[in-house]
T-cell receptor, first 114, second 112 residues
Framework: DSGVTQTPKHLITATGQRVTLRCSPR?????VYWYQQSLDQGLQFLIH???????AKGNILERFSAQQFPDLHSELNLSSLELGDSALYFC?????????????FGPGTRLLVL | DQQVKQNSPSLSVQEGRISILNCDYT??????FLWYKKYPAEGPTFLIS?????DKNEDGRFTVFLNKSAKHLSLHIVPSQPGDSAVYFC???????????FGAGTILRVKS
């Protein structure tokens, strides 16, 4: 158990809908990262927040947005969903402000868009 | 642009033997490297890391070797156990950078 929690574990929705994925980092970690893993793909970095502020953006679509709240939990909002958004979404956390150190991953949310 | 490559999609090893997983990178700014293990329906689990000031790091059955001139790292698992069967991801970053870059993963199967 990494100490990172994610809810929900599974999500099934329809095209055009909007969903919110939630992540709570390990105790003491100020950084939260979001990754997407599509079928047969590696982990693609989406976005990094540190102590409530956006630090870095990766391959995140404009239809997606994230935020980190004062209690350090983070939410990833996916809107106008398309079939291709079906994937595993992982959250990770770390102590470092930069994204370069060891990150600890949550169990993921499996999103299926029908 | 694949900055981190794991060229073997899969590897099959007999229980008790050595498993060697390989990873190549292209970005000379990378100075921190990690290996993660992932079981189905779970998140990646951190295994071992190495910074560019070292060429070897050991933790129990797991050893990571770094060859900076060749931009290559490898993970050795000795002895391999059936419970090691999983997907292994190599990742790299610049410690002052803003993200980890992951390879596509190698599926390891350890046969008993």
């Amino acid at each position: 158990d990494s100490g990172v929690t994610q809810t929900p574990k599974h999500l099934i929705t329809a095209t055009g809908q909007r969903v919110t994925l939630r992540c709570s980092p390990r105790s003491g970690d100020l950084s939260v990262y979001w990754y997407q893993q599509s079928l047969d793909q590696g982990l693609q970095f989406l976005i990094h927040y540190y102590n409530g502020e956006e630090r870095a953006k990766g391959n995140i679509l404009e239809r997606f947005s994230a935020q980190q709240f004062p209690d350090l939990h983070s939410e990833l909002n996916l809107s106008s969903l398309e079939l291709g958004d079906s994937a595993l979404y992982f959250c990770a956390s770390s102590v470092e402000a930069s994204g370069g150190g060891t990150q600890y991953f949550g169990p993921g949310t499996r999103l299926l868009v029908l | 642009d694949q900055q981190v490559k794991q060229n073997s999609p899969s590897l099959s090893v007999q229980e008790g033997r050595i498993s060697i997983l390989n990873c190549d990178y292209t970005n000379s700014m990378f100075d921190y490297f990690l290996w993660y293990k992932k079981y189905p329906a779970e998140g990646p689990t951190f295994l071992i890391s190495i910074s560019s000031i070292k060429d070897k790091n050991e933790d129990g059955r797991f050893t990571v070797f770094l060859n900076k001139s060749a931009k290559h790292l490898s993970l050795h698992i000795v002895p391999s156990q059936p419970g090691d069967s999983a997907v292994y991801f190599c990742a790299a970053s610049a410690l002052s950078g803003n993200k980890l870059v992951f390879g596509a993963g190698t599926i390891l199967r350890v046969k008993s």
